[in-house]
């Protein structure tokens, strides 16, 4: 019997043949009846709508179209709805098990005028394999503080999202933090938290997190100034340890070398700036590939001459005797030199390729 609100749960996805069908399988297989399940694909290049279609008698609407991102997706699901009740569940995503919307509406029955009912989410790197999990309380001043709902594990009334204008796609990455601020700010006694998993949602690499999060963090700005009036400042900078991190993860799981730019580019000899423990670090790898280390560079003279791993450091004057013996030099200290050792370089009228151990870890696809 459908004793219960009815809950539209709509999946975006955008050439995912991979994951898709276990998100469908997710949904269709639970046990709460009142379900409207919709599908909004951005015109698929690939097997996705063949997948999709194999399960079109048991899916509600499907729209299948170019669009401009995710939340224009989003937003064409929420206006398709017709459900009490919206969760989106994208198509790297899967319900953690058969009882989960069953479950939330149970507890809903315990609730009064519930605007948002939210749960956990079990995070899952399918490169690395680690897991964690998001499943707690986040309560009014945590979201003016930057938190947010993981949106896969969220039930929002319909008639509020619409309230709100939906999702304002103006916002590339936190649209949906902009939404939900927006209905904390009006309806914060009237969401819900339940001790609950909801969903597995697949994340990315390191590296792909690396990418978005300067983006990332000045939307967040953007939205806690309009939404709340609560400045937020971020520098930017994100620390050795985390590149280190990435490393780490491309070289062991991804079987990718920090080298990768450099072959690309048929570099074979270069000179490393710096007699640290990443430049050290940087040696072996770089061998490994078929790149040979001529030379160490460091401005401190009671390095100069001594030779590390059986390479000469050398002083920066070496580079100005001997442009044409190195394809490049790498910036292998872990300090903030980078625009200090270019200016410098500059005024010796060193004109080789220069890179940072940083910015080779960004190039690694």
Not at 129 to 139: F, H, T, V
Request: charge should be negative; aromatic fraction near 10%.
């Amino acid at each position: 019997m459908n004793n219960g609100p009815k809950i539209s749960i709509i999946t975006a996805c955008y050439n995912a043949e991979n994951t898709i069908e276990q998100t469908i399988q997710s949904v269709l297989g639970q046990t709460y009846e009142n379900i409207e399940y919709i599908i909004v694909d951005g015109a698929s290049t690939d097997g996705t709508m063949e997948i999709v279609n194999n399960y079109k008698e048991q899916i509600d609407i499907i729209i299948s179209e170019s669009d401009e991102g995710i939340y224009d997706a989003f937003n064409k699901g929420a206006r398709a709805a017709t459900g009490d009740y919206i969760q989106y569940l994208n198509a790297d995503d899967y319900l953690i098990d058969k009882f989960v919307v069953d479950d939330v509406n149970n507890e809903m029955k315990k609730l009064e005028d519930v605007t948002i009912i939210y749960g956990g989410v079990l995070c899952q790197n399918d490169i690395t394999g680690l897991k964690s999990w998001i499943n707690k309380e986040i309560d009014y001043e945590k979201i003016k503080s930057g938190n947010s709902l993981p949106h896969q594990a969220v039930f929002t009334k319909r008639e509020t999202m619409i309230e709100m204008g939906l999702f304002d796609t103006k916002y590339e990455i936190l649209a949906d933090y902009d939404l939900t601020s927006k209905i904390f700010k009006k309806y914060k006694d009237q969401i819900y938290f339940i001790p609950r998993l909801i969903s597995i949602f697949r994340i990315g690499g390191m590296s792909s997190q690396l990418i978005n999060r300067t983006k990332l963090y000045k939307e967040m700005a953007l939205i806690l100034r309009n939404v709340f009036q609560v400045e937020f400042n971020y520098d930017g900078v994100i620390s050795n340890e985390e590149y280190l991190k990435i490393w780490l993860e491309k070289k062991n799981f991804e079987k990718k070398s920090i080298s990768h730019f450099l072959n690309q580019q048929n570099f074979s000899k270069v000179a490393i700036w710096g007699t640290g423990v990443i430049a050290n670090l940087l040696v072996p790898e770089f061998n490994e590939h078929n790149i040979n280390v001529e030379a160490f560079i460091d401005n401190d003279i009671q390095k100069q001459n001594v030779k590390m791993n059986n390479i000469v450091i050398h002083s920066p004057e070496w580079l100005v005797k001997n442009p044409k013996n190195i394809d490049a030099i790498i910036f292998g200290f872990e300090g903030k030199y980078e625009d200090e050792v270019r200016l410098q370089l500059a005024n010796a009228s060193v004109n080789i390729n220069s890179y940072s151990w940083k910015e080779l870890i960004e190039k690694i696809n």
